[in-house]
């Protein structure tokens, strides 16, 4: 049967509807799916008293043997993430400065191509370069040293692309009026181009702080992990990611049941700061264009 | 006739890329005098003006040849923040600091060029809001943000920042452009108190307005100064016959 034209007409536009329709389930199910089962089987364990303060638990196989907490991983995630912020968030944002307000050189577009480049570098290859670097100083090979490094050659391509964009998007009058003041490049540029950018700046640094967060394969031959709290930065340190990677692998219930919890709280962490800092950033940006 | 000069350029040419935009300009400014520089689109007046503050070098792939005299010094041959920090610009589009109050809007240049005192800063941006005719209008909420301003507003405010860095000459280019009947009469009653402290030179493309405004009038036509002369003589007797078919709106 042939169809006439509207019939054709209206069929393909429902069947284009269903179909993106579709695609929207199939966008949203895995995210629902994890945030689901993290709930499901690490609820329990995370609003146990003590889990986000004790220690991990060993082996075990006795079935009442106790499920014990995330403490020292928190702590190490907060402090490599740390570390990696303060190296990643300077260098990737003056690199964008570099790139966006110095464009004109060659040298600047060289550094968004690159900044493009590295984004796409699978994290382990990160890892494996730092790793690989200090392989040779035995004293911190395994360290938070290394694993702050590992974490901020992640985030630094991160934060430059997008304070480049940010920066962007100021007009080029505000530079125009600045200059034609008499203020210099480089204090037009800090005081006044960047406080203008500094939402979209701020956005960055967050995505890239997310990013970090949950990445477990840069620290295996860098932070290594551990089942202790802090005890200095040449030392190997706990990360969230990597007692998941660990003890989602183990035969072992009780460590399971951890890393399900483990799970849960990083998921409501990075949710909770995300939403948190956006509504910051948001009334940071009403603020600056006047309608606060 | 003319007082003394205060700005002259010399065989000015400036380039975008390898064109020139404007060729060969020689010109001279009196000192606390309104010179208009009225041409039609693409003339190269907006080029011109941006030289004298040494803004055309800013955009990207540009070149300037010839001097500019600042009482008779080559301003190419200084530190261009100085140069800037004499002669002032105001553009076509009121460009607040969005993310500043009034008050950081006017006292930008003294806030960033080194040390101040605030009584000094502070008197400083009420001068220049007074001769930029806007201070009865803002002097309750100079905390406010600038973009709460209407667009005339906005427009005296940049007047405002520009003076309060204390230039002697200022540039305007198209300032009423963008801005309503009203305000565009205010802003025009404002460069008539403006030339008694300042050498004003101001880009129009409205010709009128370089008749009520301009003490002296140079007319441009693809890059190239054409005819310069008290304004009266250049609208009543023009020499040239380009520049009269366009005054009488033959062409442009």
Known sequence: MRFDRPARRKFLSHSIAVLTGLCVVAA??????????????GGGVLFQVRFLTAVPPNACSVVQCATVGIGPDIEGTVILVGLASL????VGVLAAIFASEYRSRGLGRAISFTADVLTGVPSIIMGAFIFGYFVYYPSITYSAITGGLALSAIMIPIVTRTTEEALRTVPNSIREAALALGISKWKATLRIVLVAALPGVATGVLLAVMR????????LFTALGSNLYFHGFNQPVAALPLLIYDFALSPYSNQQKVAWGATLFLLAAILIVNVASRYMIHR???????GA | MMGAVKLKSEQLTAYYGEKPAIRDISLEFPDRR???IIGPSGCGKSTFIRCLNRMHETAPRTRVEGKVLLDGEDIYSEDPVRVRRRIGMVFQKPNPFATMSIYNNVSAALRFNGRHPRDYVDAAVVRSL???????????RVDTPATSLSGGQQQRLCIARALAANPEVLLMD?????LDPLATTKIEELIGQLKKDYTVVIVTHNLQQAA????YTAFFYLGGLIEFAPTEDLFERPRERLTEQYITGRFG
């Not at chain 1, 970090?212 to 620290?219: D, H, Q, T």
């Not at chain 2, 009520?212 to 003490?215: L, N, S």
């Open chain 1, 284 to 290: 940071l940006g009403r603020q600056m264009a006047g």
């Open chain 1, 87 to 90: 190296i990643a968030v300077p």
């Open chain 1, 212 to 219: 970090a967060s949950g990445e477990a394969a840069p620290l």
């Open chain 2, 34 to 36: 309104v010179t208009a």
């Open chain 2, 130 to 140: 007074q001769q930029a005719a806007l201070w009865d209008e803002v002097k309750d």
């Open chain 2, 212 to 215: 009520r405004v301009a003490d």
């Open chain 2, 174 to 178: 198209e300032p009423c452009s963008a």
């Open chain 1, 28 to 41: 949203l199910y895995p995210l629902v799916s994890i945030i689901y089962s993290a709930a499901i089987r």
